[in-house]
Structures are given as C-alpha cells and as structure tokens.
C-alpha cells in the first residue's frame, strides 16, 4: 500500500496564479483532510471531508477550495495564489472519524513570489 | 492564548536521558488526545494516543489531567533516534467541531551522544 500520497511535492507560483494540490489514499478511509504548517506554528486545518462527495471548512479556508468527488481522492485548489499562502500543506486521511489515528502525506512545499 | 500550547524547546539532552514535555489546551469539551512525532522536513506520524488512565509504551509515556487541561509525555533513556519534534494534538468538541483536530506548534528534541 502506497498510504497517502500527495501531488506535486513542490511547486512555484506567481501571485494570482492558481493550481491544484492532489492528495490520494488507497486505505480506504472515510475523512480526508488538508493541513497548512507554517513555522512556529502547529498545523491548521483547512478543509477537510467526511465522505466521498462531501466538504466542510476547517480553522482557515479562506482562499482555498476543496473537491472530493471520488473516495480515495481529496483535491486543494487555490484559485488566485498570495504570498500568503506559502506553507507546506499536509493532506491526511483516518479511517473515521477524529477519534482515530490520522495518516499523513509527505507534504507539497509551495511557494508562491 | 493558544487552543494548545507547547514549550517549544529546544530540549537537549544526552543519550539515556529521562525529558518530558508538557502541552496544555484551552477547550475543557475534548475527548481525545494524541502524541506525534515529526521529523525534519517530513510528515507527522502517531506516537501514541493518550488515555485518561495514562498509557506506556515502551519508553513512553503519556498522562493527561483533565482539571488542569494539560498532556504530558515523558520519554525514558532516550535514543539518538528519539531527536524529533513532539506534536501535541487534541481534538474539539462543540467548541472547534469534533472532527477538527487541533496541533500544538510542537516541542523539539535533540538527543546528542
């Protein structure tokens, strides 16, 4: 099993361009989610997933969208990208629900000038 | 104040050492409670959950206290291994939304022979 995987592990933006950040999972989890780690500061959630087809917002969405249109796959978009942004984000999946153990990605380093 | 605070370190110690990081939280409604474990430029993974009646694995342990709202974990004859950064994780309930997971900026540790 690959676990989760996350595509691409690094990307360059301008400001105002936008991209898509893809994460996969072959566990066969329920929740997905997506974390941003900035320095100094622990991670934050920004969307995250219950279900196939379902979407809810995390501590800080602003700026990004979610789609989880098929179970194994949960997808972070930024539609017009800020230097703000710059982080690393982490997606994660568990087999239910908080309670459980969540299974982290290596992570896409995306830097954005 | 912060929902999870860590000291931040940096803890150094020897090899063999006994270290133990505190973590204290701000929503008095979470039921669960979790160590990470970080390496650098990686993904969090599960050290162990924590449990009311305090729980060991290993050279492990961890303990939570409830009234003061505080998780603790103590890490006995530490291993060169060991240098990591510790992520306290806690979850909300009613306050965040159960299936929001709070991290704490983490405590790094370097073990040094």
């Known amino acids: 099993n690959a676990g989760v995987t996350q595509t691409p592990k690094f990307r360059v933006l301008k400001t105002g361009q936008s991209m898509t950040l893809l994460c996969a999972q072959d566990?066969?989890?329920?929740?997905m989610y997506w974390y941003r780690q900035d320095p100094g500061m622990g991670l934050r959630l920004i969307h995250y997933?219950?279900?196939?087809?379902?979407?809810a917002k995390g501590e800080v969405p602003d700026g990004y969208n979610v789609s989880r249109l098929k179970k194994q796959n949960f997808l972070l978009g930024l539609e017009s990208a800020a230097p703000s942004q710059t982080s690393v984000y982490f997606c994660?999946?568990?087999?239910?629900?908080?309670?459980?153990?969540?299974?982290f990605g290596p992570g896409t380093r995306l830097t954005v000038l | 104040r912060k929902e999870v605070e860590q000291d931040p370190g940096p803890f150094n110690v020897p090899e063999g050492a006994t270290v133990a990081f505190n973590c204290t939280y701000s929503?008095?409604?979470?039921?669960?409670f979790f160590w990470y474990r970080q390496d650098c430029r990686k993904e969090p993974k599960l050290l162990m959950s924590?449990?009311?009646s305090g729980n060991e694995d290993g050279r492990f342990t961890a303990q939570l206290n409830r009234a003061s709202q505080y998780i603790s974990l103590l890490i006995r004859d530490s291993k060169l291994s060991d240098s990591a950064t510790y992520l306290c994780?806690?979850?909300?309930?009613?306050?965040?939304?159960?299936?929001?997971?709070?991290f704490g900026a983490g405590t790094r540790l370097t073990v040094k022979p």
């Open positions: 924590v449990y009311s």
């Open positions: 566990m066969n989890h329920e929740y």
């Open positions: 997933s219950v279900g196939e087809g379902t979407t």
């Open positions: 994780v806690v979850n909300g309930a009613t306050q965040w939304n159960n299936n929001d997971m709070r």
């Open positions: 994660a999946s568990s087999y239910f629900d908080s309670y459980n153990e969540q299974f």
């Open positions: 929503n008095s409604a979470s039921q669960s």
